[in-house]
């Protein structure tokens, strides 16, 4: 079934103690619609400027993602994000943002992708996320993520995007501020609360837990023994979530559970190199490679 993602396309400099890349790919949308197009046709809503390379959009299209969505507008410049990586590498320092063209982008979605199945809305202002998921109203599963600035700044506005959608993804520590709570499963279970119907909360080397109508599921992560750049992790993990869901049309319990493991295989190549480089040097096959040999790590 289709899965469109809507979120930002930029261009990351990033600087890890593996070394430092200087305008490179990036973005949530860009990372979500290229790993998720190892799992089901992908559909990209968003904007650049006319600075941004043509090489990438060839690489998106290489990649089959249809690109009717994305906007080039003339005269503007693309979403920059600078950051850091240091010591454990699982927070960056943000050295410089510019918003660009993704400052006032509130996007129509096309006809051509009134009729998605599956709807991935990656972080974003959630009055946006509302805007884009309300003209969908015959999709199968929506999902968004988000992150603190919204929480401490949009904390209402959140709340009703995150009741208009099927599901919530975030790290433990969104989770922890959003549900009120230093306990996880407490602060879960009063996002439940609110009104969200599946969350799924990212722990970074920890693993992910998820929870739907009062239960739990979760998973480690993959060990690696050594991570050169984390961006764009979060965005892979939902990537392999939803283009599983999306795959299979199947969003039961026992479902959720197998995409939460693609999830976590996928953000596990995703962090082997920087930007999408890891992704673009495999092929399906090494992703259920992975998750047979991830799925023997947790099977007693």
Same mark, same amino acid.
């Given at each position: 079934m289709s899965l469109l993602v809507v979120g930002s396309i930029a261009l990351d400099t990033v600087k890890t103690p593996f070394g430092e890349r200087a305008d490179i790919l990036g973005g949530a949308a860009s990372f979500f619609s290229v790993a998720a197009s190892f799992f089901a046709p992908v559909r990209l809503l968003g904007v650049i400027g006319e600075d941004f390379p043509e090489c990438h959009v060839d690489l998106l299209r290489s990649r089959g993602i249809d690109l009717r969505g994305l906007e080039r507008r003339s005269g503007g410049k693309t979403f920059r994000w600078s950051g850091s990586y240091e010591g454990r590498m699982d927070v960056a320092t943000t050295r410089d943002v510019k918003l660009n063209v993704l400052g006032d982008f509130k996007p129509t979605v096309p006809d051509a992708y009134l009729d998605s199945a599956f709807v991935f809305l990656a972080n974003t202002d959630p009055v946006t996320q509302a805007h884009v998921v309300r003209q969908i109203p015959g999709r199968k599963f929506a999902m968004l993520d988000t992150m603190n600035l919204w929480i401490d700044t949009k904390r209402a506005d959140l709340v009703d995007a995150l009741r208009l959608v099927d599901g919530v993804v975030m790290n433990d520590e969104e989770a922890r501020s959003l549900g009120g709570s230093s306990n996880l499963i407490f602060a879960m279970n009063a996002l439940s609360n609110l009104g969200a119907r599946l969350i799924v909360v990212k722990k970074g080397e920890h693993g992910a837990v998820m929870l739907r109508n009062g239960e739990f599921f979760a998973l480690p992560a993959y060990p690696l023994d050594a991570v050169k750049d984390p961006t $764009? +992790? $979060? %965005? *892979? =993990? +939902? /990537? $392999? =979530?939803? @283009?599983?869901? /999306? +795959? *299979? @049309? %199947?969003t039961s319990w026992s479902n959720l559970k197998r995409a939460l493991a693609y999830g976590t295989v996928t953000a596990s190549f995703t962090v082997e190199d920087f930007s999408l480089d890891r992704l673009l040097a495999i092929e399906r096959a090494d992703l259920d490679r992975r998750l047979a040999a991830f799925v023997s790590m947790v099977t007693w």
């Amino acid at each position: 079934m289709s899965l469109l993602v809507v979120g930002s396309i930029a261009l990351d400099t990033v600087k890890t103690p593996f070394g430092e890349r200087a305008d490179i790919l990036g973005g949530a949308a860009s990372f979500f619609s290229v790993a998720a197009s190892f799992f089901a046709p992908v559909r990209l809503l968003g904007v650049i400027g006319e600075d941004f390379p043509e090489c990438h959009v060839d690489l998106l299209r290489s990649r089959g993602i249809d690109l009717r969505g994305l906007e080039r507008r003339s005269g503007g410049k693309t979403f920059r994000w600078s950051g850091s990586y240091e010591g454990r590498m699982d927070v960056a320092t943000t050295r410089d943002v510019k918003l660009n063209v993704l400052g006032d982008f509130k996007p129509t979605v096309p006809d051509a992708y009134l009729d998605s199945a599956f709807v991935f809305l990656a972080n974003t202002d959630p009055v946006t996320q509302a805007h884009v998921v309300r003209q969908i109203p015959g999709r199968k599963f929506a999902m968004l993520d988000t992150m603190n600035l919204w929480i401490d700044t949009k904390r209402a506005d959140l709340v009703d995007a995150l009741r208009l959608v099927d599901g919530v993804v975030m790290n433990d520590e969104e989770a922890r501020s959003l549900g009120g709570s230093s306990n996880l499963i407490f602060a879960m279970n009063a996002l439940s609360n609110l009104g969200a119907r599946l969350i799924v909360v990212k722990k970074g080397e920890h693993g992910a837990v998820m929870l739907r109508n009062g239960e739990f599921f979760a998973l480690p992560a993959y060990p690696l023994d050594a991570v050169k750049d984390p961006t $764009g +992790a $979060g %965005d *892979t =993990f +939902a /990537a $392999g =979530f939803m @283009g599983h869901l /999306a +795959a *299979t @049309g %199947d969003t039961s319990w026992s479902n959720l559970k197998r995409a939460l493991a693609y999830g976590t295989v996928t953000a596990s190549f995703t962090v082997e190199d920087f930007s999408l480089d890891r992704l673009l040097a495999i092929e399906r096959a090494d992703l259920d490679r992975r998750l047979a040999a991830f799925v023997s790590m947790v099977t007693w």
